[in-house]
């Protein structure tokens, strides 16, 4: 994906350099926009980085699943598949954070600083909040998430909101132009996960307290050493943040939170409902099969930091952009037609191998679910094309399919075969209908997004992208 985003990059930065001068021009060229092309060839490293969190995230996803068997495994993706729903709105923050940030409105230096640390404060308090809620109703969370410790299922949906603090961090740092911190960022998380989760895994520690350890206690030490990063580059806090609501920042860009929080219902809703009609063996076996299958989704993501910003910029010149949908279509396509076609032949061999002997018991939902997986990664990189051009009906029609989804789960509960041929149907549907108008744009909307503001949400899916991996 690198490559594909420094092609996007010095296009941009050469059309700024020749048109310029022109006095024609409605935005000068100017020290701003010089930084600007220059922060978007380093943005690369950014998506390098996120492969690298993805491989520690699969390395940690097998690690457990071994250590914890097929059935524990289970319940470990119910509660990290609604974590990864959660952290969506977070990364539309970070994507508004940096916007900001780059626009001046938090300040510079120590002001920015405090801006920052101000809005971490009442993070934590937030958190602190919802956890005390959690808890009091954590037996109904428990039956809800089909999780047999009831503090473990208290626990999860602070875990998402401990998050945002992280993706503020990231947001910040973005928005002036250090994004190597951000990869460090990244892969530290990942690191950090690994570690504290295998490390929980072999002491011989019950789900609960494993989730706990992989989940929110790995995001604790990265917050600590991202704001060590952030101070670095700031500087101190000078006491006098800016006056900049975190609700104002979190509706900045409501189409594109809505629908990335839908795509992340239409990608984990599945592993939630299937162990509210299967048994904890069978569920924790369609777990691991998710995991498997959702590897061309990944490849989706890393196209949609090609694709986002680059229909935005287009757009953004009265271009037709349709082609980039064409272009990121057919490559996801030379990915998922190798996989399907080994998913088909050996799929009992695979989970087996990759995660254990109880994990067959999917193999016969393996190419399906593969194949509605492919279905469903064409429609997001639709969903980003469609945001880019500032469309917002493809929100009915991803809400509907949201809603599908477990009531898909619950009407072909017969067997994970069943389930994972009624989800293809259900994303096959989706991706024809999100492709169809797609190709029927020509122009942007009436509320286009902007491109830096592409370019940001294109790296806050990045930050979120290696923490969605392990269900």
Same mark, same amino acid.
């Given at each position: 994906?690198?490559? &594909?985003?420094?092609?996007?990059?010095?296009?941009s930065?050469?059309?700024?350099?020749?048109?310029?001068?022109?006095?024609? +021009?409605?935005?000068?060229?100017?020290?701003?926009?010089?930084?600007?092309?220059?922060?978007?060839?380093?943005?690369?490293?950014?998506?390098?980085?996120? &492969?690298?969190?993805?491989?520690?995230?699969?390395?940690?996803t097998?690690?457990?699943?071994?250590?914890?068997?097929?059935?524990?495994?289970?319940?470990?993706?119910?509660?990290?598949?609604?974590?990864?729903?959660?952290?969506?709105?977070?990364?539309?923050?970070?994507?508004?954070?940096?916007?900001? &940030?780059?626009?001046?409105?938090?300040?510079?230096?120590?002001?920015a #600083?405090?801006?920052?640390?101000?809005?971490?404060?009442?993070?934590?308090?937030?958190?602190?909040?919802?956890?005390?809620?959690?808890?009091?109703?954590?037996?109904?969370? $428990?039956?809800?998430?089909?999780?047999?410790q009831?503090?473990?299922?208290?626990?999860?949906?602070?875990?998402?909101?401990?998050?945002?603090?992280?993706?503020?961090?990231?947001g910040?740092?973005?928005? =002036?132009?250090?994004?190597?911190?951000v990869?460090?960022?990244?892969?530290?998380?990942?690191?950090?996960?690994?570690?504290?989760?295998?490390?929980?895994?072999?002491?011989?520690?019950?789900?609960?307290?494993?989730?706990?350890?992989?989940?929110?206690? $790995?995001?604790?030490?990265t917050?600590?050493?991202?704001?060590?990063?952030?101070?670095?580059?700031?500087?101190?806090?000078?006491?006098?943040?800016?006056?900049?609501?975190?609700?104002?920042?979190?509706?900045?860009?409501?189409?594109? =939170?809505?629908?990335?929080?839908?795509?992340?219902?239409?990608?984990?809703?599945?592993? *939630?409902?299937?162990?509210?009609?299967?048994?904890?063996?069978?569920?924790?076996?369609?777990?691991?099969?998710? =995991?498997?299958?959702?590897?061309?989704?990944?490849?989706?993501?890393?196209?949609?930091?090609?694709?986002?910003?680059?229909?935005?910029?287009?757009?953004?010149?009265?271009? +037709?952009?349709r082609?980039? &949908?064409?272009?990121?279509?057919?490559?996801?396509?030379?990915?998922?037609?190798?996989?399907?076609? *080994?998913?088909?032949?050996?799929?009992?061999?695979?989970?087996?191998?990759?995660?254990?002997?109880?994990?067959?018991?999917?193999?016969?939902?393996?190419?399906?679910? #593969?194949?509605?997986?492919?279905?469903?990664?064409? $429609?997001?990189?639709?969903?980003?094309?469609?945001?880019?051009?500032?469309?917002?009906?493809?929100?009915?029609?991803?809400?509907?399919?949201?809603?599908? =989804?477990?009531?898909?789960?619950?009407?072909?509960d017969?067997?994970?075969?069943?389930?994972?041929?009624?989800?293809?149907?259900?994303?096959?549907?989706?991706?024809?209908?999100?492709?169809a !108008?797609? !190709?029927?744009?020509?122009?942007?909307?009436?509320?286009?997004?902007?491109?830096?503001?592409?370019?940001?949400?294109?790296?806050?899916?990045?930050?979120?992208?290696?923490?969605?991996? *392990?269900?």
């Amino acid at each position: 994906m690198s490559h &594909m985003l420094r092609e996007g990059a010095p296009r941009s930065a050469s059309v700024r350099t020749v048109t310029g001068p022109n006095p024609t +021009d409605e935005e000068p060229q100017s020290r701003r926009d010089r930084a600007r092309g220059s922060h978007t060839v380093r943005a690369a490293g950014v998506a390098s980085a996120q &492969m690298i969190a993805n491989v520690l995230a699969l390395l940690t996803t097998v690690a457990l699943a071994r250590a914890l068997g097929t059935s524990d495994y289970g319940e470990l993706a119910r509660m990290i598949s609604v974590v990864t729903i959660l952290i969506v709105p977070a990364s539309a923050l970070q994507a508004a954070a940096a916007r900001d &940030m780059t626009l001046g409105r938090l300040g510079s230096g120590g002001n920015a #600083a405090a801006t920052l640390h101000s809005w971490i404060i009442r993070v934590l308090i937030a958190t602190a909040v919802v956890l005390v809620i959690c808890l009091l109703l954590r037996e109904s969370l $428990a039956s809800l998430l089909q999780v047999s410790q009831p503090w473990a299922a208290a626990l999860v949906i602070p875990a998402g909101f401990l998050w945002t603090a992280l993706a503020l961090q990231r947001g910040v740092l973005l928005g =002036v132009g250090a994004y190597r911190l951000v990869g460090f960022s990244l892969v530290g998380e990942q690191g950090f996960r690994l570690l504290l989760g295998l490390a929980a895994a072999l002491l011989g520690a019950q789900v609960g307290l494993i989730f706990f350890c992989s989940v929110p206690l $790995a995001t604790i030490p990265t917050i600590l050493i991202t704001g060590a990063l952030t101070r670095r580059r700031l500087g101190r806090s000078d006491r006098q943040p800016k006056r900049s609501r975190l609700r104002e920042l979190a509706m900045r860009n409501p189409i594109p =939170v809505a629908g990335l929080t839908l795509f992340a219902v239409l990608q984990n809703a599945d592993v *939630i409902a299937v162990g509210h009609f299967f048994s904890t063996t069978v569920s924790g076996a369609y777990a691991q099969a998710a =995991v498997a299958a959702k590897g061309v989704v990944w490849v989706a993501m890393g196209l949609g930091l090609y694709l986002l910003p680059e229909a935005a910029r287009e757009a953004s010149k009265g271009l +037709d952009a349709r082609h980039l &949908m064409t272009r990121t279509t057919g490559l996801l396509m030379l990915v998922a037609v190798p996989i399907l076609a *080994i998913f088909a032949l050996i799929p009992e061999q695979i989970l087996t191998l990759v995660f254990s002997d109880q994990a067959r018991l999917a193999a016969p939902a393996l190419p399906w679910l #593969a194949a509605a997986m492919t279905f469903l990664s064409i $429609a997001y990189l639709a969903m980003q094309f469609l945001l880019a051009l500032g469309r917002r009906a493809f929100l009915a029609i991803m809400l509907l399919a949201a809603i599908a =989804v477990p009531a898909t789960v619950a009407l072909r509960d017969s067997s994970l075969k069943s389930v994972s041929i009624g989800l293809l149907v259900l994303d096959a549907i989706l991706a024809a209908v999100m492709l169809a !108008y797609s !190709y029927s744009v020509r122009d942007a909307g009436s509320h286009p997004l902007a491109v830096d503001d592409a370019e940001n949400f294109a790296l806050a899916e990045a930050s979120a992208a290696a923490e969605a991996a *392990i269900p």
